[in-house]
């Protein structure tokens, strides 16, 4: 009696077995590649590629291709010593691939004037790493420690100073004075940091109060242009008033100087004529007689000359139209 098919169970083929030396070779042998190729590395120019031993600071090095010991032996953290980095405070940059965006971040840009108002601060500041082995090791988390650093001085300086100079004239004037407080903070600090430039991006009131704050400075500009027309209507009048009161009294002077002259020598010429008067009587007579005849004779139009014994003289005057004159 048959009973039935058998059912023959196989067990899949067993791979190769590989010896455990070759295994071991193969893996000496990764070590090994991935060791040489650990042991040069390229600093590029902009560069200085600092050599860590076990973690701690061997050395620095220049730009080009440079060797090491292997991993974990040696490693390098490349600094860039030749470019010019920057923080931005108050926004953001956020690049697209058509434009740059801004955000702003209201908590690092709004600030508390020396007159208790309010101002938002927009700033960008520009550094090099001039001391690698300072950036390194002397900071624990130099990023954040440098942000803090430059917000602390900027409110410092910016709250020793009234609104309206935050906003106008007192801008030039801060940046240079936070550049110079941030370049000493970061020499005490042992930063390693060199500040190149500080930036201020946008100085503005908040949102709130913008309105009111650009009608007082409409108001301000108002004022100002008013004070300046009155100083030009200044300058115009009076300046021509006392050019011209000048002038008058000039007049003035320069005629009572030619009537004291001519009066002086009117008195000297009768003073002349008295001492000549005295000299000869009869002859200083005639001549001023003479003299006073020659002035009048010319304006009188008719002359009639009589004999001192003439008799009768009604008759040889012109009494007609042009006698009764």
Request: some cysteine; hydrophobic content about 40%.
């Amino acid at each position: 009696m048959s009973d039935g098919p058998r059912v023959v169970r196989m067990s899949p083929p067993r791979p190769p077995k590989i010896p455990v030396g070759i295994v071991g070779i193969l893996i000496l042998v990764a070590v090994l590649v991935a060791a040489a190729f650990s042991m040069w590395f390229t600093v590029q120019p902009e560069e200085v590629g600092v050599v860590l031993t076990f973690g701690k600071y061997a050395r620095e090095a220049p730009p080009g291709l440079r060797f090491k010991w292997p991993w974990p032996i040696q490693q390098v953290v490349k600094v860039p010593v030749q470019v010019q980095l920057k923080e931005e405070f108050g926004f953001r940059t956020e690049r697209t691939a058509r434009r740059s965006d801004f955000g702003r971040v209201t908590e690092e840009s709004l600030m508390l004037t020396g007159d208790l108002n309010v101002a938002e601060v927009e700033w960008i500041t520009q550094f090099r790493v001039a001391d690698p082995y300072a950036y390194l090791f002397k900071v624990r988390n130099i990023g954040d420690t440098f942000r803090d650093m430059n917000e602390a001085v900027m409110r410092e300086v910016v709250g020793d100073r009234s609104v309206n100079e935050v906003l106008t004239i007192g801008r030039e004037e801060i940046a240079s004075q936070v550049e110079q407080r941030l370049q000493e903070l970061c020499n005490q600090y042992e930063t390693g940091l060199e500040i190149d430039q500080i930036v201020l991006q946008d100085v503005n009131p908040p949102d709130k109060v913008k309105p009111a704050f650009n009608e007082v400075n409409q108001a301000q500009q108002e004022r100002e242009r008013m004070i300046n027309e009155a100083q030009t209507e200044y300058n115009r009048v009076i300046p021509r008033a006392q050019g011209e009161a000048q002038q008058t009294i000039q007049q003035a002077e320069g005629y009572a100087t030619d009537r004291v002259n001519r009066a002086k020598g009117d008195a000297e010429a009768f003073k002349a004529l008295l001492a000549a008067y005295k000299r000869s009587p009869d002859v200083t007579r005639r001549r001023i007689y003479l003299e006073t005849m020659n002035s009048i004779y010319p304006k009188v139009q008719d002359k009639i000359v009589l004999d001192d014994d003439l008799k009768g003289v009604l008759p040889l005057l012109p009494l007609g139209s042009g006698g009764g004159k």
